[in-house]
Nanobody
Framework: QVQLVESGGGLVQAGDSLRLSCIASSRTPNRYAVGWFRQAPGNEREFVAAISWVGVSTNYADSVKGRFTISRDNAKTTVYLQMNSLKPEDTAVYYC?????????????????WGQGTQVFVSA
């Protein structure tokens, strides 16, 4: 079982940066892949980025490639999402999710555990 807690959301202007953190606690530390997903009001949850167990593999949605970077610090059992050049369309609740499979899947059903989310609002 994995417990996830996100932080780092907030209100920023277009072009600004934010770094989201996802702290995980697990009986088997770091033996899980992590994905970031987001959901804007009225929209379905969508994939943002994912990273494998030891961070060798990553995957990004086309909409964030070149702007967002996912990374993990296994010593701190924390996964980060560095978001640069933010746009108003990035406004959403951001969730981190963990999978006990070593995956970088962009499909939400491949993830077993979910955090409660952190709100990101980007003003024009």
């Amino acid at each position: 079982q994995v417990q996830l807690v996100e932080s780092g959301g907030g209100l920023v202007q277009a072009g600004d940066s934010l770094r989201l953190s996802c702290i995980a606690s697990s009986r088997t530390p770091n033996r899980y892949a992590v994905g970031w997903f987001r959901q804007a009001p009225g929209n379905e949850r969508e994939f943002v980025a994912a990273i494998s167990w030891v961070g060798v593999s990553t995957n990004y949605a086309d909409s964030v490639k070149g702007r967002f970077t996912i990374s993990r610090d296994n010593a701190k059992t924390t996964v980060y999402l560095q978001m640069n050049s933010l746009k108003p369309e990035d406004t959403a609740v951001y969730y981190c999710a963990a999978s006990t499979r070593n995956t970088v899947s962009g499909v939400s059903r491949d993830y077993n555990y979910w955090g409660q989310g952190t709100q990101v609002f980007v003003s024009a």
